[in-house]
């Protein structure tokens, strides 16, 4: 968000971080729903298949903006099927980031409407995050992360005992 206040420069380096970013949050907190031991680094390992990610962060940015373009609830279905991409490529490094969104959207089969719903939850949560000036989000952001990485091992099958490897 910082980036973007930048004039002209801004929003474009924005655009080509934001997906390596989101693939790092995404080992970071898988890490941590897993019960393995996270490290700061790990925010930054989306970087090392930074093509991957960044085409990932693309390629729904697109799907999803041609999806809102015929309504607002079709682009809001469009990001509910892709979200678990980045999550799916932190699992699998080698897979491809088409292959990834292609997944997520079979994943995303039957379990819209539940990850729709763990999100609402957080709605009013959000409100008073913000109404403590933004101070609550330090606790509400990651907790966020985590229970959507939970969903993610849920809806994947995985053994949700705790491992006792990291992600890297």
């Given at each position: 968000?910082?980036?973007?206040?930048?004039?002209?420069?801004?929003?474009?380096?924005?655009?080509?971080?934001?997906?390596?970013?989101?693939?790092?949050?995404?080992?970071?907190?898988?890490?941590?729903?897993?019960?393995?031991?996270?490290?700061?680094?790990?925010?930054f390992?989306?970087?090392?298949?930074?093509?991957?990610?960044?085409?990932?962060?693309?390629?729904?940015?697109?799907?999803?903006?041609?999806?809102?373009?015929?309504?607002?609830?079709?682009?809001?279905?469009?990001?509910?099927?892709?979200?678990?991409?980045?999550f799916?490529?932190?699992?699998?490094?080698?897979?491809?980031?088409?292959?990834?969104?292609?997944?997520?959207?079979?994943?995303?089969?039957?379990?819209?409407?539940?990850?729709?719903?763990?999100?609402?939850?957080?709605?009013?949560?959000?409100?008073?995050?913000?109404?403590?000036?933004?101070?609550?989000?330090?606790?509400?952001?990651?907790?966020?992360?985590v229970?959507?990485?939970?969903?993610?091992?849920?809806?994947?099958?995985?053994?949700?005992?705790?491992?006792?490897?990291?992600?890297?």
């Amino acid at each position: 968000m910082a980036l973007q206040g930048i004039e002209n420069i801004g929003s474009m380096a924005s655009l080509l971080i934001s997906g390596p970013l989101m693939g790092g949050f995404a080992i970071f907190f898988l890490t941590i729903s897993r019960g393995g031991e996270a490290k700061f680094e790990q925010l930054f390992d989306g970087f090392k298949a930074y093509s991957t990610y960044l085409v990932a962060y693309l390629l729904m940015a697109v799907f999803v903006l041609l999806w809102a373009l015929l309504l607002i609830v079709p682009g809001i279905v469009a990001a509910l099927s892709y979200s678990m991409t980045y999550f799916i490529l932190a699992d699998n490094p080698t897979i491809s980031a088409s292959a990834a969104l292609k997944r997520s959207k079979e994943l995303m089969i039957g379990n819209k409407g539940k990850y729709f719903f763990l999100m609402l939850r957080f709605f009013g949560w959000m409100i008073l995050a913000v109404l403590s000036c933004g101070i609550g989000l330090l606790w509400l952001l990651p907790y966020i992360h985590v229970s959507t990485a939970k969903f993610y091992d849920d809806i994947k099958g995985v053994d949700l005992e705790p491992a006792t490897d990291t992600i890297s």
